[in-house]
């Protein structure tokens, strides 16, 4: 099955339960190794027509999924389009990338970069005027999303060897 001739007939299908009946025998038939931007298009497609005809809470799982993958790819345009989508079903996407360094806060940033240089938490709270528990909170939060455990494998994370860069 080409993904492609699908996903264009979906789009140019004006019933919605009958694009919302494409899109998802599609997505279960998919046989071959497939872009991961022709399946987020594919889930976009199910999650926009499930929304018009009213479902959003089904609608939600392939759209976050279609956001995930778009974001992961560099795809901002269909991911813009995922984020819109979602907001119709009353979700409030927060950040583009939920893991990795993309999706530190500011805050999170500069604590990680204060502890990576050997500064104590204690330290880092008196320099940015917070208490030692938002201190550990910030890199708490921060170590999750880097997927890291100790302060060695932050800084790995942080200033990654330049053949390790994205």
Do not use: W
């Amino acid at each position: 099955m080409i993904l492609t001739a699908v996903h264009a007939a979906a789009v140019a299908e004006p019933d919605d339960a009958r694009r919302r009946e494409l899109c998802e025998t599609a997505l279960a038939r998919i046989d071959a190794p497939c872009s991961v931007l022709g399946l987020s298009r594919m889930r976009l497609e199910l999650g926009h027509a499930l929304t018009r005809l009213g479902r959003r809470v089904p609608a939600r799982g392939p759209l976050q999924q279609a956001l995930a993958d778009a974001d992961r790819t560099g795809a901002t345009l269909l991911a813009e389009a995922a984020r819109r989508e979602l907001v119709a079903t009353g979700l409030r996407p927060r950040r583009t990338q939920t893991e990795g360094l993309a999706s530190l806060t500011p805050r999170q940033r500069q604590v990680c970069e204060l502890a990576a240089c050997g500064t104590t938490n204690r330290a880092i709270a008196q320099h940015l005027f917070l208490s030692v528990k938002t201190v550990e909170t910030h890199l708490a939060a921060a170590y999750e999303k880097l997927g890291v455990e100790t302060r060695e494998a932050l800084v790995d994370a942080l200033h990654p060897p330049a053949d390790q860069r994205p």
